[in-house]
């Protein structure tokens, strides 16, 4: 007998309800099948759609000349640009055309490195418009991360910009793609868009350069329809184990649960402006940066920098300029900006703000209450928004304006959707105040469907843990009221900046320096970061300062996954502690760099208990 949970008649009528909202080109047999034991969810099964349909053509006749997209460029003093609906449906067309003249045809797997310029969302929908699969692979991972990427989604094709800008550095993208691609045969094409105008190198033959052949693109094309099923995208995230997992998404479920949800928790009214900082290298910002926002018609941000460029005043200037009603940002960058002083809004006019939202990591009481008096002036309401990129979308959030908000709480479960907290033991806790581990218990229509190329590690990741249910990584406390806190992932992942980050990935990078024999990698409370990484190291000889290791580590890891995984605090140590089995006891080395030294536990039974107290007293904070 299935241990699942069916869906209830009254979310089956809500799903049913909210999907007959878009135009399918046919419509589903069956509402949602399969379960979390057999893990073989699927929903609107044997509808037929294009998702640049309802993001697009739909909104034509009444919203053509209504701006889908409004770009803020990294540079203040270079103009912003808009695209109408009507504009952003023919540049889709174009690019589509582009990409069909490239051979990229239905089920392909296009990718994309690029810096966030219009071009990079709407290649994106491009792909989608002909049935193709994008991955987008953030600009901030190095050649050899997206060289993993895309032997390991198979893409024949990528798309990426001569140069990035982000604040004042330049990140010559496409010499990285180069490096990348260096001996992957099967990479028939590369189109560079130019933005930064600095030098490339061009293989005749393979690459393009995106302004040339775009010229004589036609404006229209038509869409591909594809099945509810068929694959939207795959986006790579880190987990505690192995290398970056490939997330597919797919076409009907992700855009229903994406509409549905941007418009239940933001309520944007229809001339509302939406801003969302994240890139679209992220799922955030495919989500609610593109997907969400154009399906219900609203009009976009995009920001190609960084909040604090040219000044930390950029989000207030960019706020007041093109009138933002909603801001959509993360926990790290409202602290960042926090740091340099609360009279930095005030001087400008916020008052078109309505909306404040968070994500991406647990907000700590402090960044909130900043965020509201100083950004928000105490009117505007915060969403506390919980998700993952494997569930599509937002799934625990306040409603703006309706649920009542209290600091660090992401509240109430979207409608339609069904946590439950369990013990260690896999016990439900039933009783309303509880804490526990954050599991789902029902299909929802966002849930990635499978890890790409892998599906017995999608289920060994996500539904082995507790049987029958989809468990989250994260931990939880629910209140009296159901509110829930999440309280951070329970995992080897860390949480940098609202970025994911695997431990085990960081440590094989650290690894691979000849100068290392072992590490242990863990996250730290960190001001800003919300968590830093603290890596211990064992050294093959004394030969070396602190400096050369810090500094040999840094590169090694930069070079392996990209700066963005750098550890922040490295100590050689002598050994790690480790238990009979040789297995390394992070929790140990958490409790030493959270400084809950009182709660270490006892240590008499690992193999080398006398190392824990030279950790201990060389540890960096
Ligand atoms: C992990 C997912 C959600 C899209 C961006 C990150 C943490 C996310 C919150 C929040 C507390 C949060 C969780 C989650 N997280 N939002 N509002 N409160 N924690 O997506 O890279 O897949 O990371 O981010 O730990 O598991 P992601």
Same mark, same amino acid.
């Not at 690029?114 to 699969?133: D, F, H, K, V, Y």
């Not at 649920?403 to 479960?413: D, E, G, M, R, V």
């Not at 994260?474 to 860390?494: F, L, M, P, Q």
């Not at 790690?576 to 080395?589: A, D, E, N, Q, V």
């Given at each position: 007998m299935s241990t699942s949970t069916m869906l209830s008649v009254e979310n089956h009528d809500y799903w049913t309800s909210v999907a007959n909202t878009f135009?399918?080109? =046919?419509? /589903?047999?069956?509402?949602?099948?399969?379960?979390?034991?057999?893990?073989?969810?699927?929903?609107?099964?044997?509808?037929?759609?294009?998702?640049?349909?309802?993001c697009l053509d739909r909104h034509l006749e009444k919203r053509r000349h209504k701006k889908a997209l409004i770009f803020e460029p990294n540079n203040p003093s270079e103009a912003a640009q808009f695209f109408t609906y009507g504009e952003l449906h023919i540049s889709v067309c174009r690019f589509a055309n582009l990409l069909k003249k490239k051979g990229v045809q239905k089920g392909?797997? $296009?990718?994309?490195?690029?810096?966030?310029?219009?071009?990079?969302?709407?290649?994106?929908?491009?792909? *989608?418009?002909?049935? *193709?699969?994008?991955?987008?692979? @953030?600009?901030?991972?190095?050649?050899?991360?997206?060289?993993?990427?895309?032997?390991?989604?198979?893409?024949?094709?990528?798309?990426?910009?001569?140069?990035a800008f982000r604040g004042d550095k330049v990140t010559p993208l496409k010499s990285m793609v180069d490096e990348a691609i260096t001996d992957l045969a099967k990479i028939e094409t590369v189109l560079v868009v130019k933005r930064t105008l600095n030098e490339v190198t061009m293989k005749e033959?393979?690459?393009? @350069?995106?302004?040339?052949?775009?010229?004589?693109?036609?404006?229209?094309?038509?869409?591909?329809?594809?099945?509810? &099923?068929?694959?939207?995208?795959?986006?790579?995230?880190?987990?505690?184990?192995?290398?970056?997992?490939?997330?597919?998404?797919?076409?009907?479920?992700?855009? $229903?649960?994406? *509409?549905?949800?941007?418009?239940?928790?933001?309520?944007?009214?229809?001339t509302d402006i939406f801003w969302c900082t994240a890139d679209i290298g992220w799922i955030t910002g495919h989500s609610y940066l593109t997907y969400g926002p154009l399906l219900n018609g609203a009009t976009t941000v995009m920001y190609e920098g960084i909040p604090t460029h040219p000044t930390p005043a950029r989000f207030w200037e960019t706020i007041e300029k093109h009138k933002i009603s909603h801001l959509y940002t993360a926990p790290t960058a409202i602290r960042a900006l926090e740091s340099?002083?609360?009279?930095?809004?005030?001087? @400008?006019?916020?008052?078109?703000? =309505?909306?404040?939202?968070?994500?991406?990591?647990?907000?700590?009481? %402090?960044? /909130?209450?900043?965020?509201?008096?100083?950004?928000?002036? &105490?009117?505007?309401?915060?969403?506390?928004?919980?998700?993952?990129?494997?569930?599509?979308?937002?799934?625990?959030?306040?409603?703006?304006?309706?649920? #009542?908000?209290?600091?660090?709480?992401?509240?109430?479960?979207? #409608?339609?959707?069904?946590?439950?907290?369990?013990?260690?033991?896999?016990? %439900?806790?039933?009783?309303m105040v509880s804490e526990g581990h954050l599991c789902i218990k029902t299909p929802w229509p966002g849930l990635a469907r499978t890890i790409y190329g892998d599906h017995e590690r999608y289920k060994q990741t996500y539904?082995?843990?507790?049987?029958?249910?989809?468990?989250?990584?994260?931990?939880?406390?629910?209140?009296?009221?159901?509110?829930?806190?999440?309280?951070?992932?329970?995992?080897?992942? !860390?949480n940098v900046s609202g970025h994911r980050i695997g431990t085990a990935e960081v440590e094989d990078a650290i690894n691979a320096h000849d100068l290392i024999i072992e590490s242990a990698v863990v996250g730290y409370p960190h001001p800003i970061k919300g968590q830093g990484i603290y890596a211990f190291v064992i050294c093959m000889d004394h030969s070396h300062t602190q &400096?050369?290791? &810090?500094?040999?580590?840094?590169?090694?890891?930069?070079?392996?996954?990209g700066p963005i995984a750098k550890p922040d605090l490295?100590?050689?140590?002598?050994?790690?502690?480790?238990?009979?089995?040789? =297995?390394?006891?992070?929790?140990?080395?958490?409790? !030493?760099?959270?400084?809950?030294?009182?709660?270490?536990g006892d240590t008499s039974t690992l193999l080398n208990p006398e190392c824990v107290e030279k950790i201990i007293k060389d540890k960096k904070i």
């Open positions: 135009v399918w080109k =046919k419509k /589903w047999t069956t509402l949602q099948s399969g379960n979390f034991d057999e893990v073989n969810v699927e929903w609107f099964k044997g509808a037929k759609l294009n998702i640049t349909e309802n392909d797997v $296009v990718c994309f490195y690029m810096g966030m310029t219009p071009e990079l969302m709407i290649g994106i929908l491009a792909c *989608a418009r002909i049935g *193709a699969i994008h991955t987008v692979v @953030f600009g901030g991972f190095s050649p050899q991360s997206l060289k993993g990427r895309l032997i390991d989604s198979n893409a024949k094709i990528i798309i990426t910009h001569d140069g033959g393979r690459d393009y @350069f995106y302004d040339v052949l775009i010229k004589d693109c036609e404006l229209y094309c038509p869409i591909v329809e594809v099945d509810a &099923e068929d694959p939207l995208f795959i986006l790579y995230t880190s987990g505690s184990t192995g290398n970056p997992k490939g997330l597919v998404h797919t076409t009907a479920g992700y855009m $229903v649960h994406v *509409a549905n949800s941007f418009k239940d928790v933001f309520q944007t009214k229809e340099y002083g609360s009279d930095i809004p005030g001087r @400008f006019s916020l008052k078109s703000l =309505k909306v404040l939202g968070s994500v991406g990591e647990p907000i700590n009481e %402090e960044a /909130w209450q900043w965020y509201h008096k100083y950004v928000g002036k &105490e009117r505007c309401p915060i969403v506390d928004t919980w998700w993952q990129t494997e569930t599509g979308g937002i799934l625990i959030s306040p409603i703006a304006g309706i649920t #009542k908000t209290i600091p660090s709480y992401a509240t109430l479960p979207l #409608k339609g959707v069904e946590p439950v907290l369990v013990n260690e033991k896999g016990i %439900e806790q039933t009783e539904f082995s843990t507790y049987k029958g249910l989809y468990f989250t990584g994260d931990g939880a406390k629910r209140e009296s009221n159901g509110y829930y806190r999440i309280t951070g992932r329970v995992d080897d992942v !860390i &400096e050369e290791i &810090e500094k040999q580590i840094k590169d090694s890891v930069q070079k392996i996954i490295i100590q050689v140590v002598a050994g790690l502690p480790k238990t009979r089995s040789g =297995k390394i006891m992070r929790r140990i080395l958490r409790k !030493i760099v959270e400084n809950d030294i009182a709660n270490i």
